[in-house]
């Protein structure tokens, strides 16, 4: 016997027809999205303003959501970015001192849907032996034909160009503390930092954080900006940043990569990391179920150590596609062994497909800014974060 729909009633649909039964406890109406789940315990903020998640319904595995409410100083972006937010229970008398409104305010705010009740470890497993699917939620309806109709004709992901939908609408410079997008986009006169112009494909402000921290000014530029203009600003390096969506389907960005590459020292993260592989030549392909969470292994193949590591990715560089191309493979995940990082081995350029920035997540990988901030420095110029650019 299926309960009675109630006034927060809530369906979630997928693909293959799977339904599951909960309770919207903010927003309403109807969304569509690929449906993926994230392991971390924590750092839901995060999570959802993450930009790389645009187009995905998000499902956390730790079953409850919401304790510690929303801050001013947790975001990785502007607004909320998932399409869609499933968790088991949700709590709503959050309690933290930074806190300043619940889980479901926020959602609210951004018009987002969020419902708990789903049993999320049925809905993990089923997505880890099925694959990430689309899917859809509604409020309003429980008519599963009328829904399905409305998933088959969802495009999902493959071959779209999500980036458009994140990225900056114009250069400005970052600074930490200050509204993004409010600087003009000019160095500041007399500044011994290094110069990172950052493509930025919906980058996380905790990557422009670290950029900073690690000694540099960064200029944020859109992801349709042209070699040219990068050039034009005489940065001392260039770092790609993460972003939503099919890396092959920005091919826009990945030739400004492929013409940026071995004049300036390039630094990629994720879908930066993914369109350095395919500006080289590569090929991406589509893992089952993806990395998203806050304990995934990787090896640094060079040293030997292990990282725990943030991940939020569903596409992969294909390790085989690289053969000819002059490129180390540097880190390698050890769960199945996919491509995590690679360093050129002629040109000064490096990227991961994990996140060294964390938020959330451990800072294991922290030192790759470091490595960063070394490679624009030169091997002439020594070590040191805040050495003088030598101008
Ligand atoms: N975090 C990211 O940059 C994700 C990259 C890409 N959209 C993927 O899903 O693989």
Not at 220 to 243: Q, T
Not at 332 to 358: C, K, R, W
Request: some cysteine; aromatic content about 8%.
């Amino acid at each position: 016997m299926t309960s009675p729909w109630k006034r927060n009633s809530a369906l979630l649909l997928l693909e293959d027809g799977t339904v599951f039964r909960g309770y919207a406890f903010a927003g309403g109406g109807r969304a569509l999205g690929e449906v993926v789940f994230n392991t971390s315990m924590t750092g839901y903020q995060e999570v959802l303003t993450d930009p790389s998640y645009k187009g995905q319904m998000v499902t956390m595995t730790y079953p409850l959501t919401g304790a510690y409410g929303i801050n001013d100083e947790d975001m990785e972006s502007a607004a909320v970015q998932v399409e869609a937010f499933i968790v088991k229970e949700y709590q709503e008398f959050p309690s933290n001192w930074r806190s300043n409104r619940s889980l479901a305010d926020f959602l609210n705010e951004y018009n987002k849907i969020g419902i708990e009740g789903i049993d999320t470890r049925a809905l993990t497993r089923h997505i880890r032996m099925g694959g990430a699917m689309r899917g859809i939620i509604a409020t309003d309806t429980d008519n599963v034909k009328e829904l399905m109709e409305e998933v088959q004709a969802y495009p999902g992901l493959n071959g779209i160009d999500l980036v458009k939908t994140v990225t900056c609408s114009k250069p400005y410079l970052w600074r930490t503390g200050v509204k993004p997008g409010t600087l003009e986009p000019k160095w500041p006169e007399n500044r011994p930092e290094l110069r990172v112009a950052a493509i930025d494909c919906g980058v996380k402000y905790n990557i422009l954080r670290k950029l900073e921290a690690s000694g540099c000014q960064v200029m944020v530029f859109p992801a349709h900006v042209s070699a040219r203009e990068i050039a034009a600003c005489k940065p001392d390096g260039v770092f790609l940043s993460n972003g939503p969506g099919d890396p092959s389907a920005v091919g826009y960005v990945i030739e400004t990569v492929r013409s940026l590459l071995g004049e300036k020292p390039v630094f990629g993260i994720c879908l930066g990391h993914q369109m350095m592989g395919l500006a080289l030549g590569g090929r991406t392909f589509k893992l089952k179920f993806g990395h998203r969470g806050g304990n995934q292994p990787v090896k640094d193949v060079t040293t030997g150590k292990v990282e725990i590591t943030s991940q939020n990715h569903g596409y992969c560089v294909d390790i085989d596609s690289l053969g000819n191309v002059p490129v180390k493979l540097t880190h390698v995940n050890l769960n199945d062994n996919t491509l995590e990082g690679m360093e050129h081995l002629e040109i000064p350029a490096f990227s991961v497909q994990y996140h060294p920035e964390a938020s959330p997540g451990p800072h294991d990988a922290s030192y790759l800014f470091d490595r960063f901030v070394r490679l624009m420095q030169g091997p002439e110029r020594g070590h040191g974060a805040s050495a003088p650019r030598g101008r």
